[in-house]
Nanobody
């Protein structure tokens, strides 16, 4: 069983920054992929950013140039740096990791951006 613990969410003004962290209970070195998703009230969960085992990244168009996903294999942690935040970025942010057998999700961390 793989466990994920997210942290770093909070309330921030528009234009501000946050750093989200997701600590994984197993080595992330061999994980197929990791990613950050978000879900706003009344909306479907959507992919924000992903990073694969080779370090290749992909981003939702709405966050390109503002958010950065990264991983630290030594700390079994994946990060999401959120810059130039907008009110529409307000959502619960979830970390997801994929093994060869299944995907695992964290419990989510709330990000609220005030205008």
């Amino acid at each position: 069983q793989v466990q994920l613990v997210e942290s770093g969410g909070g309330l921030v003004q528009a234009g501000g920054s946050l750093t989200l962290s997701c600590v994984v209970s197993t080595s992330i070195f061999r994980l197929n992929a990791m990613g950050w998703y978000r879900q706003a009230p009344g909306k479907q969960r959507e992919l924000v950013a992903g990073i694969d085992s080779g370090g290749r990244t992909n981003y939702a168009d709405s966050v390109k140039g503002r958010f950065t996903i990264s991983r630290d294999n030594a700390k079994n942690t994946v990060y999401l740096q959120l810059n130039s935040l907008k009110p529409e970025d307000t959502a619960v942010y979830y970390c997801k990791v994929e093994t060869v057998l299944r995907a695992y999700w964290g419990q989510g961390t709330q990000v609220t951006v005030s205008s």
